[in-house]
């Protein structure tokens, strides 16, 4: 395969799917475009097969299917992405049985790193330090909480295949591991098709320090320098830097030579990321390594000016890695922003929906917006909640995060929750802008990151108020308005001006509209204070979003109208999403304890366990396992004990 002279064809499953997961396939002679990775799949791509229904299980996960189309196109090589099938051995070594190149490392190396039992004794062979853990073929119940018990809690369970955060518990106590095992297991046999774990010992507010590294079929292995991928929720990570902030070059060098030695010791080939934990000394213990080109690779690309696309190409094509190390340089700084469908003040449950409105900052060389989505488009239930990416570059890291709260306050979306809001509050916090960040950094400031949502202001509804009568062109002297249960009283006067009573207080309005890039503004002075915010109203919301983040202000509807409440059906439990009964652990007639597990469901690659509210009795259990469950149905109904329905009347 010539690396520079190809074409690309798109596999495409029954719904559409994030670009950035797909497997493509790569034949001659055409011109392959490397900066062409870009949304619009099947306009941008020379050709494009179905390869089933949009549950990955039955397309993107079906090797047979893939290989068929690869034969069908007389495609040379395969790129697998960086999901599904990208650290598959399996997949790696038909690829080869059937004469076609896996664009990444060979299936040796990723059966080695993609049993993390087995690369921890190589790692600790090649010299690079590890965690106090087991990591034994002995699965049994007892076994692994004896070795949980020798270790000493907290311990952190994880599955002994795959990454993403998947098949992984903190255990605290031996109370919870029974529990906390049997979950980690039933996620990574859905994930990974095997549920062995491994136990280690869990180092508490580490931070997640990770090095790009590379390899070719000559011998050769670099490091591309060292991300900080330190703030998650759900051990996924949702914003990424590199340079990693607060690292000297000393540990920087180390921490890149330790990465090299665990390639060298697989016998690495193409893109690889070794994952490190470090404590607050700097000292740095191998965690795992992922055998694939990462989600966050793009902050490495703008630091060093690479594309690491193009080497993956250029090194399965079997050429030596285009740079030595002394060639690689790290110029300024860059962060990665993961834009989800998500509800942070609701434990950052995913959520599908329609993409009702979506408008993003400005492409620019030191800005990236890497998404698979468009306005108009659903976001699935079959794949994880994952928007866009949003990366950045400055000179800098203090300019970098400037520039991400900039362009943060660009990307406007309607139609689902996001957690747009929240990045904002993240990047902005004192102590994530002097880079004091570690893994629990978001439970540590969960107060000023995840405020509840208050009433808007009282500035806020005169704000929404003129925006509603500009674009409405209500001119009339003098009306009253209701938004967020609040009556705002407009009195029109004859200076362009408003009055607007709200309660007991008086505000003095003035403002207009205007449109920039299809897009509609609202200048505006309340009591002489001016602000500036993107104006969209639809149906009976109206929506601001301004410098400060964004604000939704309904117009009241009917109660008949209004959704289902919290409560559910006889105080029981609601689907907090739609997706699917993993697990039922009661039936009608079972007596049950408040935050007794009542169910499991899967959805969005997420598994979240439904509790008990209350203390109570099931009268009736809605659904089966392997049913679907829609967002906000009731699960079961649920009689409350005698004394609690006194208490309540």
């Known amino acids: 395969m010539a690396a520079a002279s190809a074409v690309s064809v798109l596999l495409v499953a029954a719904e559409r799917n994030r670009w950035h997961r797909l497997p493509s396939l790569l034949l001659p002679p055409r011109t392959w475009v490397w900066r062409q990775r870009t949304m619009k799949y099947t306009t941008t791509t020379d050709e494009a097969y179905s390869i089933g229904p949009a549950p990955s299980q039955q397309s993107y996960l079906s090797m047979e299917k893939i290989i068929q189309v690869a034969k069908t196109s007389a495609a040379q090589a395969i790129h697998p992405g960086y999901g599904f099938l990208s650290e598959n051995m399996e997949f790696a070594e038909l690829c080869k049985q059937e004469g076609i190149i896996f664009i990444g490392p060979p299936p040796s190396a990723i059966r080695d790193m993609g049993i993390k039992s087995t690369s921890k004794s190589i790692m600790a062979a090649a010299g690079v330090p590890v965690v106090e853990g087991y990591h034994g073929e002995d699965q049994s119940d007892q076994c692994l909480k004896e070795h949980a018990g020798r270790i000493g809690y907290p311990v952190m369970i994880k599955a002994v295949r795959g990454g993403g955060g998947k098949g992984m518990r903190i255990v605290r106590s031996e109370q919870e591991f029974q529990e906390q095992l049997e979950s980690a297991r039933r996620e990574a046999k859905k994930s990974f098709n095997d549920d062995a774990v491994l136990i280690e010992k869990f180092v508490d507010t580490p931070r997640h320090v990770e090095v790009q590294v590379f390899g070719d079929h000559h011998g ?40 090299v030695r665990a390639a060298k010791a ?19 213990y191998f965690m795992e390594m992922n055998t694939r080109l990462q989600v966050e690779h793009p902050v490495t690309e703008m630091i060093t000016g690479t ?5 993956q190409l250029r090194i399965a094509a079997g050429e030596k890695i285009p740079l030595s190390q002394e060639e690689i340089t790290l110029q300024g700084h860059a962060f990665e922003a993961r834009i989800y469908a998500e509800d942070p003040s609701n434990n950052f449950m995913p959520g599908a ?6 408008s993003t900052p400005r492409a ?62 993240l990047s902005g ?24 949502r208050k009433a808007a202001a009282k500035e806020s509804l005169c704000q929404a108020a003129l925006g509603l009568i500009l674009k409405e062109k209500a001119m009339t002297d003098a009306f009253t308005l209701q938004a967020h249960d609040v009556a705002i009283a407009v009195t029109y006067n004859h200076d362009g001006s408003y009055s607007m009573q709200i309660e007991d207080k008086t505000f003095q309005v003035l403002g207009d509209l205007y449109s920039e890039e299809d897009c509609t503004y609202l200048k505006c002075s309340v009591n002489g204070v001016a602000s500036k915010a993107k104006l969209i109203i639809l149906e009976n919301t109206i929506y601001l979003f301004s410098k400060e983040g964004s604000i939704e202000i309904d117009i009241p509807v009917p109660k008949y109208l209004s959704s289902v409440s919290s409560e559910g059906t006889q105080g029981g439990p609601l689907a907090p999403m739609t997706g699917t009964i993993e697990k039922v652990f009661v039936k009608a007639g079972d007596k ?58």
């Open 429 to 452: 916090h004192p102590e994530f802008e002097a880079g004091n960040v570690h893994t629990d950094f978001i439970p540590q400031h969960h107060k000023e990151l995840l405020l509840s």
């Open 307 to 311: 594309d690491l696309v193009e080497w």
């Open 220 to 259: 050769n292995a670099v490091y591309l320098f060292e991300r900080d991928c330190s703030v998650q929720r759900r051990h996924q990570k949702i914003i990424e830097e590199a340079p990693a902030p607060g690292i000297k070059p000393e540990v920087r060098k180390k921490l890149g030579e330790a990465a």
């Open 364 to 425: 620019d060389p030191s800005t990236r917006i890497e998404t698979g989505v468009r306005q108009g488009d659903e976001v699935s239930v079959h794949y994880d909640p994952m928007i866009a990416k949003l990366v950045v570059w400055a000179a800098d890291r203090q300019a970098a995060l400037t520039k991400l709260r900039y362009s943060l306050r660009q990307y406007n979306i309607i139609g689902l929750h996001t957690n747009i809001d929240f990045l904002l509050n």
């Open 353 to 358: 929906g329609p993409l009702v409105h979506l």
């Open 592 to 649: 049950v304890k408040a935050g007794d597990s009542l169910m499991v469901m899967i959805a969005m690659k997420m598994e979240h366990t439904i509790k008990a509210p209350k203390d109570g009795t099931i009268k009736k259990v809605f659904y089966r396992e392997g049913a679907q469950a829609n967002r906000h149905t009731p699960l079961v109904e649920f009689e409350e004990e005698e004394s609690d329905k006194r208490e309540s009347e």
């Open 266 to 284: 697989v016998n690495y080939v193409g893109a690889g990321t070794v994952e490190f934990i470090m404590d607050s000394k700097h000292n740095f």
